[in-house]
């Protein structure tokens, strides 16, 4: 089976720098996704990840380790926008899609 | 950019009542979602589609469920008997492809589905 843990609630001020983090056990690996979810709204995609290493699309940064069943969403600079959940996901038999239960950021000035 | 759209955006519904919540995928895409995330939960998948048949469905859709894309356009999620409990925000997602890849699922607004 699936299994995807992330911490509930992060806080962090304007400016900073996050790293959220999700572990994950799965039966086959297709790669991580990372989306991104304001209150009320549909998730959209941050990043997918399938090789170790750091992904890096502007002021976002994925990081995956498959050894350790880690993954890692780094924010840099960090805007009062980005509050957010950020959801970690995975992909089951390459289809549907198993989502952690998202970390809520708060993001203060 | 392309959008999956979902109609309507907030259903009320009584308990017992049939409800059907419709979707536009993106055009070109070929795989089609149905979740749900129940306020303050994760979003849990219900079922998958393609090629006009489900490949997958969850312990959630029960024969209460039903899908189906009844033209070229339109996908289509139908609760025959509502409860309290289907009381969710249900998301339509569509995917050019599956498989190794950085194939992301494009979701849609949501319905918010209140069963009274």
């Known amino acids: 089976g699936q299994n995807i843990d992330q911490p509930t609630e992060m806080t962090a001020t304007e400016g900073a720098i996050v790293q959220i983090n999700c572990t994950y056990q799965?039966?086959?690996?297709?790669?991580l996704f990372w989306y991104q979810q304001h209150a009320g709204e549909a998730p959209t995609f941050l990043s997918y990840?399938?090789?170790?290493g750091l992904e890096e699309k502007g002021r976002f940064s994925s990081f995956l380790s498959r050894s350790k069943g880690y993954s890692y969403l780094l924010l840099k600079e960090l805007q009062m926008k980005d509050s957010a959940s950020y959801l970690c996901?995975?992909?089951?038999?390459?289809?549907?899609?198993?989502f952690g239960t998202g970390t809520r950021l708060q993001v203060f000035p | 950019e392309p959008e999956v759209t979902q109609t309507p955006s907030h259903q009320v519904t009584q308990m017992g009542q049939e409800v059907i919540l419709r979707c536009v995928p993106i055009?070109?895409?070929?795989?089609f979602y149905w979740y749900r995330q129940i306020l303050g939960q994760k979003v849990e998948f219900l079922v998958s589609?393609?090629?006009?048949?489900?490949?997958?469905k969850s312990e959630i859709f029960d024969d209460q469920f039903s899908v189906e894309r009844p033209d070229g356009s339109n996908f289509t999620l139908k609760i025959r008997s509502t409860k309290l409990e289907d009381s969710a925000m249900y998301f339509c997602?569509?995917?050019?492809?599956?498989?190794?890849?950085?194939?992301?699922?494009?979701f849609g607004p949501g319905t918010r589905l209140t069963v009274t």
């Open positions: 055009s070109n895409h070929l795989y």
């Open positions: 996901a995975v992909p089951h038999n390459t289809d549907k899609l198993i």
């Open positions: 589609f393609y090629n006009n048949e489900i490949s997958e």
């Open positions: 799965t039966s086959g690996f297709n790669g």
């Open positions: 997602a569509s995917s050019e492809q599956v498989g190794q890849g950085a194939y992301e699922q494009y």
């Open positions: 990840n399938v090789l170790d």
